[in-house]
């Protein structure tokens, strides 16, 4: 099946910093979506994002489908992105109907 | 709308007891799935239904069974509990599958002793 890897596993940052997420998927995808996690393991889509770019307030994303990644950008970074992040990809080998999902990035910001 | 709701929130069963857990999505979605997450491996498909009375396999489907009498909800069984069944289990809907977006309810965290 597809193999989906994300980094980095752990990111300690001051709130007000900037961050980038990074996805890579072994094979070709037709969606791809990025997921928040907040600490109390609710799981919250961000983004369904195959290709292209979209931005939502300090969050945006970016999927280069033909080179087979994916990044997450969140800018003046606040405690409440605290978390982890998942990005999920349909598995042209299972019928597109199953989401392979990373193993995620835990995000800490301190205040 | 109260969106994907799950009980019950959190069980402990001892080995080779028998439930069921309960999703139910208000949201008219066609698609329903659950997922396992164990530490470390992120979420992982146990099985999925695209309609009232459908159900499929996912990727780590053995020792469950589901059932979708109903379009609002989807059950999952364990028929006899065992400690690799520990976990938190989640279920999600979608009103168009791998095309559209997944919403997730709160999960339940099953210990099996």
């Known amino acids: 099946g597809i193999q989906v890897e994300q980094s980095p596993p752990d990111l300690i940052l001051q709130e007000g910093a900037n961050s980038t997420l990074r996805c890579n998927f072994s094979?070709?995808?037709?969606?791809l979506q990025w997921f928040h996690q907040n600490p109390w393991g609710q799981l919250i889509n961000l983004f369904y994002?195959?290709?292209g770019t979209k931005q939502n307030g300090r969050l945006s994303a970016t999927t280069v489908a033909t080179e087979r990644y994916s990044l997450l950008y969140i800018s003046s970074s606040q405690t409440t992105d605290s978390g982890v992040y998942f990005c999920?990809?349909?598995?042209?080998?299972?019928?597109?109907?199953?989401?392979?999902f990373g193993t995620g990035t835990r995000l800490t910001i301190i205040p | 709308n109260a969106g994907v709701t799950q009980t019950p929130k959190f069980r402990v069963l001892k080995t080779g007891q028998s439930m069921t857990l309960l999703c139910a999505q208000d949201?008219?979605?066609?698609?329903m799935y659950w997922y396992r997450q164990d530490p470390g491996m992120g979420l992982r498909l146990i099985h999925y239904?695209?309609?009232?009375?459908?159900?499929a396999k996912g990727e780590v489907p053995d020792g469950y069974n589901v059932s979708r009498l109903k379009k609002q909800n989807f059950l999952l069984g364990l028929e006899s509990a065992a400690p690799s069944q520990t976990s938190v289990y989640f279920c999600?809907?979608?009103?168009?599958?791998?095309?559209?977006?997944?919403?997730f309810g709160p999960g339940t965290r099953l210990l099996v002793l």
């Open positions: 094979d070709s995808v037709n969606n």
């Open positions: 239904s695209v309609g009232e009375g459908t159900t």
């Open positions: 994002i195959p290709s």
């Open positions: 999600a809907s979608s009103s168009g599958g791998h095309r559209e977006t997944q919403y």
């Open positions: 999920a990809v349909a598995d042209p080998n299972f019928g597109n109907e199953k989401l392979t």
């Open positions: 949201m008219n979605h066609e698609y």
